[in-house]
């Protein structure tokens, strides 16, 4: 979708407004993202309050440089029951 695209939406009873699919998919916001109002002479503005840091949160996925066969969740749950164990 390109910068300017318009679409509408309707402000519900509770001052609730539905971001359209297009425009939440053409800038990358998932549910949870913070957003940031601003009041302008002309109505207000909509921005990511911390995209950095949802971005640098994706960004860190896998780097813990593990280069060893894949685990199942049951055999990382086991080792960390033995390491439990072992550590009383």
Do not use: F, H, N
């Amino acid at each position: 979708m390109k910068v300017g695209t318009k679409a509408s939406t309707r402000l519900s009873a509770k001052g609730q407004v539905v971001i359209p699919k297009a425009i939440r998919e053409a800038s990358g916001w998932r549910p949870g993202l913070e957003l940031e109002v601003e009041a302008t002479a002309d109505g207000a503005i909509l921005r990511p309050k911390s995209l950095g840091r949802a971005r640098a949160a994706e960004s860190l996925l896998g780097c813990t440089g593990y280069r060893g066969p894949t685990r199942s969740l049951a055999e990382m749950s086991a080792a960390v029951e033995r390491e439990a164990k072992r550590r009383r």
